[in-house]
């Protein structure tokens, strides 16, 4: 496990996720970068960027940690995450100080060992990892595989977990119970009362998105609402 200065200043803090669809007028790497400096302005520990073009912007305009990823479809799995190392060399070489992965139990590209990934981040790159997951049981089996820290990012985004909503305040708990590295409680936390919630859970630290930087999706579903009372 890597524990340095870009997980210990994350502790009980609040980490924006700054990102936005391909066709959204957002997704200009300057845009997301001006999100990221306002929330690091405001007091955001950290912020997690996608794509190594945003991170790059991102890097240029705060010191805080970034959580990098790089979301790529391919063909054959449902692993979206940073799927493969070169990506998540990719994530680093922009200057993300974090590696966010998918570590669902899911079967990976070429049948890649979710151990052997993350190995190869910390010995050639240097870089902790966060285990993106949606079980208990993926968790554990990403503790085991040695991430540096866990999140409940893809609670209710899998086949196993379709049937759920986020927040998975069940899950953070049974994370914060039977592991011994950083939870991060990530996704459905739209209030700051949530966020105070996921921390008296004993999350190390917690990530907001949508609800800060989701103009888009928050825009439609004000619009949807005033469409059904039209």
Request: hydrophobic fraction near 45%; aromatic fraction near 4%.
């Amino acid at each position: 496990m890597i524990y340095h200065y870009s997980i210990q200043s994350l502790r009980h803090g609040l980490i924006v996720s700054c990102q936005a669809p391909v066709d959204s007028p957002l997704h200009e790497p300057m845009v997301i970068a001006a999100m990221a400096q306002a929330a690091v302005n405001n007091g955001a520990v950290g912020v997690r960027i996608d794509t190594p073009d945003h991170i790059n912007a991102v890097r240029e305009r705060v010191t805080v940690p970034i959580i990098g990823l790089w979301k790529q479809v391919i063909p054959g799995s449902d692993v979206y995450i940073t799927p493969q190392f070169h990506h998540a060399a990719a994530v680093a070489k922009a200057g993300a100080d974090i590696i966010a992965i998918d570590a669902t139990t899911r079967d990976r590209p070429g049948d890649e060992v979710l151990a052997d990934i993350i190995a190869q981040i910390h010995q050639e790159l240097g870089k902790p990892v966060m285990a993106d997951v949606d079980t208990i049981e993926g968790a554990i089996a990403a503790g085991a595989a040695g991430a540096d820290l866990v999140g409940t990012t893809l609670f209710g985004y899998t086949t196993a977990t379709q049937h759920l909503s986020p927040p998975g305040w069940d899950l953070l708990t049974q994370m914060v119970q039977q592991l011994d590295i950083p939870a991060i409680c990530e996704g459905g936390v739209s209030s700051p009362q949530m966020a105070r919630q996921a921390i008296d859970l004993g999350a190390y630290a917690v990530v907001v998105g949508t609800a800060i930087t989701g103009i888009d999706y928050l825009v439609r579903g004000y619009m949807k609402e005033l469409g059904v009372r039209s």
